[in-house]
């Protein structure tokens, strides 16, 4: 009774705030030059003269998001060259220990938001269709003598049930590097099950209770409100839906950590000067990382949107922290 006391009192908190948003903004409706779709909701909460973090430096809330664009505008075609070079390829098993964890099964459908270049949704299509020849193995082991009974009640399953589709759908707001994903799905020749969109992760251009499983790798940091972008993400999944996180967080073992903030500072910007011709652009990468909340405190925002049973993974010794939650 207490829980569920806690979590009315933070839905209707939630709600008093989006309707504050619409009451500033003037009329209800959409705000003007809004390019989503119909079933987008537009939040037009004036950002007024309040600031906030671009790195260690501080801008205005409205000129955050132009800024992050152009980081990623900049980066987007030696975004996966700098990746390898900057982790020495461990972001590949981190991302492989999301897709692990998740354990996606045939016929669910994923959101990746921030997305641009493609990883997870590969790792997601190739992770479901292993699962589906898994599958029909099994099935194929158990039906290698069958009674005519067996074989009419599996062709009427097969009949009733069809086949299960799974898809993914890449979100981001960056159209460089959507571009560049797109290239990448085109040499892999990955297209079925493959949607692009751009869109803000505060404002998902997509109707409620619509996805199986959100991801956001890598992404939530570079958001202006993080808060904002957890709600949406808990109004675009199904009930029963997954939140999943891969961020940059807290190293727990102190060596560890001085070594890792010596390379991080002095390493990365040098890196990407050297391989993308942009040291600022990674400058502001590394800086971002030490504004982003530890694991206990992002944990905390994960659950004040309004998730369930969530919990952290610690990789490489915290300085990747995968978080997950559940919508009820």
């Known amino acids: 009774m207490a829980a569920s006391m806690r ?9 008093s705030h989006r309707n504050v948003n619409v009451t500033a903004a003037g009329a209800p409706g959409r705000p003007a030059g809004c390019w989503e779709p119909p079933s987008c909701r537009c939040f037009s909460e004036a950002a007024g003269d309040r600031s ?10 409205t000129e955050k998001a132009k800024r992050v664009y152009k980081v990623f505008e900049n980066v987007a075609q030696k975004y996966d060259t700098m990746n390898d070079a ?3 390829g461990v972001h590949r098993l981190w991302k492989d220990t999301l897709l692990h964890v998740m354990h996606p099964q045939p016929g669910v459908r994923l959101l990746d938001v ?6 997870i949704a590969f790792r997601f299509l190739e992770y479901v269709r292993f699962q589906q020849e898994r599958q029909k193995r099994r099935a194929a082991r158990s039906m290698q003598a069958p009674s005519w009974q067996d074989i009419s009640n599996n062709y009427s399953t097969e009949e009733e049930e069809g086949p299960q589709e799974s898809r993914a759908v890449v979100c981001d707001i960056n159209k460089e590097m959507l571009r560049v994903g797109k290239q990448k799905a085109d040499g892999l020749g990955i297209s079925a099950g493959l949607s692009w969109v751009v869109g803000d992760a505060e404002e998902l251009p997509f109707d409620d209770d619509q996805f199986d499983i959100y991801t956001i790798a890598f992404g939530i940091r570079n958001v202006t409100h993080i808060d904002q972008a957890l709600q949406e993400a808990l109004r675009v999944l199904k009930p029963g839906g997954r939140f999943m996180c891969l961020e940059f967080s807290k190293v727990t073992n102190p060596l560890l950590a001085r070594l890792y903030d010596a390379y991080s500072f002095q390493m990365i910007p040098v890196l990407g000067e050297v391989i993308a011709g942009d040291w600022k652009s990674y400058q502001y990468l590394v800086e971002s990382i030490r504004k982003f909340p530890d694991q206990e405190e992002f944990k905390g925002m994960i659950e004040d949107a309004g ?3 969530v919990k952290y993974y610690n990789l490489t010794g915290g300085v990747v922290a995968l978080h997950s939650g559940f919508k009820l």
């Open 114 to 119: 921030a997305g641009g270049t493609g990883d």
């Open 86 to 88: 900057m982790s020495l």
């Open 7 to 15: 979590l009315l009192f933070r839905r209707v908190i939630r709600l």
């Open 307 to 309: 998730f369930y049973s």
């Open 52 to 61: 906030t973090h671009f790195g260690f430096e501080t801008v205005p809330e």
